[in-house]
């Protein structure tokens, strides 16, 4: 199996994929690459299947240098995703460097997936859009707060505003507090999804584009925005998959040989 890893700020995806699809995720904390927990958290996580290599990306710097020395006790190849490695799509953008390699992730899988071009809307700490154009390359995307971040800083920042848990509401009048800051997360969130989708769908001149939600909220938010054609918690993971495939893919057409590790 392939080991995949997804290393966020705040937790690290952890996910087992057989050739064709991600069959096993978890998430454990980033912060335990610096305490040294990692490891047995992944060894439990494995739990004694076959790894034949590892494919990741990180959006966390001092992280992966931990990861990547951590994961040498696997003893197979490890792939690590940048816009430098990239393979399965193109970028069509000034910086590369400057996209974070899960936003390539995600561009790859739904190229992949569901063909160009598409649109991945990522329900995590921000609300994230990106884009794949006609071409197949990844064009750019856009950021907005997400909705924890939204709720959370109403809290912490007014004397009257309870922090809540973000869920489903019918009705578009509060009666409550807690009812009024619901609708303005989850009714605007998918009023600025839908007018978003829209301008995208606009500039791209596209009749038919695939949109794709991933992250905690996914599920959630696309019940009520039939645009959204698909809901895949694993999109990050897929990509990495994907890029490995890929990647050997590539090596295997130009020359026959050994594995190569990263």
Same mark, same amino acid.
């Given at each position: 199996? &392939?080991?995949?890893?997804?290393?966020g700020? !705040?937790?690290?995806?952890?996910? &087992?994929?057989a050739p064709?699809? =991600?069959?096993?995720?978890?998430?454990i904390?980033?912060?335990?690459?610096?305490d040294?927990t990692?490891?047995?958290?992944?060894?439990?996580f494995?739990?004694?299947?076959?790894?034949?290599?590892i494919?990741?990306?990180?959006?966390?710097?001092g992280?992966?240098?931990?990861?990547?020395?951590? &994961?040498?006790?696997?003893?197979?190849?490890?792939?690590?995703?940048?816009?430098?490695?990239?393979?399965?799509?193109?970028?069509?953008? *000034?910086?590369p460097?400057?996209?974070?390699?899960d936003?390539?992730a995600?561009?790859?899988?739904a190229?992949?997936?569901?063909?160009a071009?598409?649109?991945?809307?990522d329900?995590?700490?921000? =609300?994230?859009f990106?884009? =794949?154009?006609?071409? $197949?390359?990844?064009?750019?995307?856009?950021?907005?707060?997400?909705l924890?971040?939204?709720?959370?800083?109403?809290?912490?920042?007014?004397?009257?505003? *309870?922090k809540i848990?973000?869920r489903?509401?019918?009705t578009v009048?509060g009666?409550s507090?807690?009812?009024?800051?619901?609708?303005?997360?989850?009714?605007?969130?998918? $009023?600025?999804?839908?007018?978003?989708?829209?301008?995208?769908?606009?500039?791209?001149?596209?009749?038919?584009?695939?949109?794709?939600? !991933?992250?905690g909220?996914?599920?959630l938010m696309?019940? $009520?925005?039939?645009?959204i054609?698909?809901?895949?918690?694993?999109l990050?993971?897929?990509?990495?998959?994907?890029?490995?495939?890929?990647?050997?893919?590539?090596?295997t057409?130009?020359?026959?040989?050994?594995?190569?590790?990263?």
């Amino acid at each position: 199996m &392939l080991l995949l890893l997804d290393i966020g700020n !705040t937790h690290t995806h952890l996910g &087992l994929a057989a050739p064709n699809k =991600v069959a096993r995720q978890t998430e454990i904390p980033t912060k335990s690459w610096r305490d040294k927990t990692a490891p047995a958290l992944i060894e439990r996580f494995v739990d004694g299947r076959g790894i034949e290599g590892i494919s990741l990306c990180s959006v966390v710097p001092g992280a992966t240098s931990l990861a990547q020395r951590a &994961l040498k006790s696997f003893d197979v190849p490890i792939l690590e995703l940048t816009n430098k490695t990239l393979r399965g799509i193109g970028v069509d953008y *000034p910086k590369p460097a400057t996209i974070g390699p899960d936003r390539l992730a995600n561009a790859l899988a739904a190229r992949l997936l569901f063909g160009a071009p598409a649109i991945v809307v990522d329900f995590g700490t921000a =609300v994230t859009f990106d884009v =794949v154009n006609a071409r $197949g390359n990844y064009a750019g995307g856009i950021i907005a707060p997400g909705l924890a971040a939204m709720t959370e800083y109403l809290h912490e920042k007014t004397a009257l505003l *309870p922090k809540i848990k973000i869920r489903e509401i019918k009705t578009v009048i509060g009666k409550s507090t807690t009812e009024a800051m619901l609708i303005g997360a989850v009714h605007g969130y998918r $009023g600025l999804i839908r007018e978003l989708i829209a301008e995208l769908q606009s500039e791209l001149r596209a009749e038919k584009l695939p949109v794709i939600a !991933t992250g905690g909220y996914a599920k959630l938010m696309a019940s $009520g925005l039939p645009m959204i054609n698909a809901v895949d918690p694993s999109l990050t993971l897929e990509g990495l998959r994907l890029f490995w495939s890929e990647t050997f893919n590539a090596a295997t057409s130009r020359a026959p040989g050994p594995r190569p590790r990263q």
